[in-house]
């Protein structure tokens, strides 16, 4: 047990650019989940993956927001045209498919700076 | 719509101390409570989950309680440390929304040496 790995740590980019993040999950978790940090607020959801099934979006998930599971093993989350305000940590997490009642593990998360 | 607070948002005490988190959340239909440790830049470290038919966990120094029908949980942390210096926070696991985790903004604790 590895534990949730993401990369990069972090990343600078230039408003308008495109980034990718990467997850990668323990290995025997089938669930798999994205959220967003900003400074001094508690995460907030942004999408669950059953397997390879993206089965819930948040609100807060814009169309230039995608997310992907294809295998259902790593996941990317791919933000197109950033913005400023989507400068925040994004953490990714996962957790045995056994009920709700399995706890949840997080990665150290990849810091996002949009300038 | 469940909402989740933690009180104080920010607390300092001696080495030594013996300590409590609150947590409070307003729906009491769950499934269960996570407690969270997060250092500064870091991830989220899972320290405890309280399922809803339960009443408290421990592990070592830390022992969580869950009073579901007040909408109340507790980490009570003994003996505080340097080392235990970082961010807390709790989240609902809420059966109206059982594919995420409901966070509060956490509690900033800084123990002194």
């Known amino acids: 047990d590895t534990g949730v790995s993401q990369d990069p740590r972090h990343k600078i980019t230039k408003r308008g650019q495109n980034v990718t993040f990467r997850c990668d999950p323990i290995?025997?978790?089938?669930?798999l989940y994205w959220y967003r940090q900003t400074l001094g607020q508690g995460p907030e959801f942004l999408t669950y993956?059953?397997?390879?099934?993206?089965?819930?979006k948040s609100r807060l998930l814009s169309d230039r927001f995608s997310a992907e599971r294809p295998k259902g093993s790593f996941s990317t989350l791919e933000i197109q045209r950033t913005e400023q305000g989507d400068s925040a940590m994004y953490l990714c997490a996962s957790s045995r498919g056994e009920g709700y009642n399995s706890p949840l593990h997080f990665g150290n998360g990849t810091r996002l700076t949009v300038t | 719509k469940q909402e989740v607070t933690q009180i104080p948002a920010a607390l300092s005490v001696p080495e030594g101390e013996n300590l409590v988190l609150n947590c409070s959340f307003t729906?009491?239909?769950?499934?269960?409570l996570q407690w969270f440790r997060q250092d500064p830049g870091k991830g989220l470290t899972s320290l405890l989950l309280?399922?809803?038919?339960?009443r408290e966990q421990t592990s070592g120094r830390l022992n969580a309680s869950l009073d579901k029908s007040s909408g109340r949980s507790t980490l009570y942390i003994a003996a505080s440390q340097p080392g235990d210096s970082a961010t807390y926070l709790c989240?609902?696991?809420?059966?109206?929304?059982?594919?995420?985790?409901?966070f509060g903004t956490g509690t900033l604790l800084a123990v002194q040496p």
């Open positions: 989240a609902v696991r809420d059966r109206g929304a059982t594919n995420k985790l409901i």
């Open positions: 729906d009491s239909a769950i499934y269960n």
């Open positions: 290995s025997e978790h089938n669930r």
């Open positions: 309280i399922q809803s038919s339960q």
């Open positions: 993956f059953q397997n390879e099934a993206q089965l819930e």
